[in-house]
């Protein structure tokens, strides 16, 4: 381990510190340390079935590349999550490939033909499904943390372990998933299509919050979105990759309970005082190499821990 | 050019848009047209001795890597631009290597056994250098578009092309760069170290604020750096590479003016008009694609334009 550089990675999340910890004992702990120390009971399970699996074509050393999504819960995306389902049924995902990858922005999969025919069942979404219009539980113990500081009119938080904003008072509340890194939404044509699903991206950049409210987030990669954002960039307009032999051949993509051997996930209920006492630690970082917490974060630079479940 | 997957991409910057120009006539421009429109006197030519070029051992193809980094103008960080100033003149990063590459947070490089001896003359940076103490210049065109909004205690804007954040009231101003996608900074051991110059990432990933006022930033990769973030992640902690045939030897490190051919680059400048709309549209996008407009952006979802200066 190289200590002069690793310790720039002292600010870094999810990795415990050995060198800190044999060279001082810290009054704060650090983001994973509260993470590590969570109870049992504060993590909550994600049935196979929430979980959408994509087999990459193996890369040039023969390494398996294997992308763990989960999908949104209600009651944000149902009618896209549902055709999502029926597209991993028809195993329509097969064969197709990822297109785009655009530097700090997104990385794009689907049919690149476009010609491929669609599974029946498919429903036509509206744009009013992109919001939620009812009022939404959410941690307030989180309220202080966000900048901008949540107000009644206009806010961030967390809902079952998805980042979300609204607008609006109680009674007229209007709230819809965020577009963090790693979140994974629905490409689509001109308004009014909203997409069926079949044309997916994730984020690999700084939050493209712009399209929140302008397109339908389905859910967000847990495992493996390094074989998404480490992929060469594409060279045509938009990131589009422009001869078929640069594109990434999908092997697969199957609901997770229709995968054997597939490991258990759980992620730590937003809800639960640890990720509170984790989001307050993202905000005001005071574990040994920082000198000024930040006084506050932006919604996506506090990732909700997820994590295989011990066997 | 795949028509329904590309119309996601109209969210996405910096291209223009055939199929749209040929369908419809937006009413309002996108930010890369308002951007083409800028008049000449608006962008401003970034001198070549403030360009910092790094190239990379090509890759498996053969094809070149290059990375051109503007270092930072002061007010801000100078002791170690200085020092990285001294450090390219002493071909001293020549036979390094990017050691570190992490998703969603920093590519790193610098000399793997920490044993290279620096060149003489560098200076110790003291920490109070990651603020600047006094009232800064900037663009009130631009206050109202900014999430957290500016008010006189906690503001974020541009100066001199870099993204900025301070607080306190005008005669007792703080201010410092931010950790957009792309700036480029300084590892450092524990406080009171504030590290040298010769170990530098870049981000790659959502901007980790919260490292704001804990490690100098001193510039900002204005091409190539998607031959960063497209590296293999590596799989030590904290991304670390654990072999060292992972690591990216770097050939050369130099300043801008010591490199033949060199292109001129040019900066749409903060303070001008077309910047205004442009950031306007950002925060705001209402071209065809977009339905709802976010009514605000993050700092760091406004990166300065940058491009390569016409012949």
Chains 1, 2 share one sequence.
């Not at 979404?125 to 539980?137: M, R, T």
């Not at 609204?166 to 909203?194: A, Q």
Request: glycine residues 8%; hydrophobic residues 40%; contains cysteine.
């Amino acid at each position: 381990m190289i200590k002069k550089l690793s310790l720039l990675a002292c600010a870094a999340s999810f990795v415990a510190l050995p060198l800190l910890a044999q060279d001082a004992k810290p009054e704060y702990p650090s983001p994973p340390e509260i993470v590590a120390k969570a109870k049992a009971e504060e993590w909550v399970t994600i049935a196979p079935s929430d979980l959408l699996v994509m087999d990459l074509t193996p890369d040039a050393k023969g390494k398996a590349l294997r992308i763990i999504i989960q999908l949104m819960p209600a009651p944000f995306s149902q009618g896209w999550v549902g055709n999502i389902r029926k597209l991993a049924a028809a195993k329509w995902w097969d064969g197709t490939a990822v297109v785009r990858v655009q530097d700090n922005y997104v990385a794009q999969w689907g049919d690149p033909t476009e010609k491929k025919a669609l599974p029946e069942g498919l429903v036509n979404v509206s744009e009013s499904d992109y919001v939620h219009p009812k009022s939404l539980a959410r941690p307030r113990a989180l309220d202080g943390l966000f900048v901008p500081p949540n107000d009644v009119s206009r806010w961030t938080s967390f809902h079952q372990g998805f980042p979300v904003a609204g607008v609006g008072t109680p009674d007229s509340e209007r709230n819809w998933p965020t577009h963090c890194y790693g979140m994974v939404g629905v490409g689509r044509n001109l308004s009014p299509d909203t997409g069926t699903g079949a044309e997916l991206y994730t984020v690999i950049g700084h939050a493209p919050r712009h399209l929140d409210r302008n397109i339908a987030l389905v859910g967000r990669v847990i495992e493996g979105i390094e074989h998404l954002s480490s992929l060469p960039r594409g060279t045509g307009p938009l990131g589009f990759y422009e001869k078929e032999e640069d594109r990434v051949p999908i092997i697969s993509m199957r609901l997770g309970n229709e995968i054997a051997d597939l490991p258990a996930f759980e992620y730590l209920s937003t809800d639960s005082a640890s990720f509170a006492a984790y989001a307050d630690a993202r905000a005001n970082r005071r574990d040994p190499f920082f000198i000024t917490p930040a006084g506050g974060a932006d919604i996506c630079n506090i990732p909700v821990p997820v994590r295989r479940q011990k066997q």
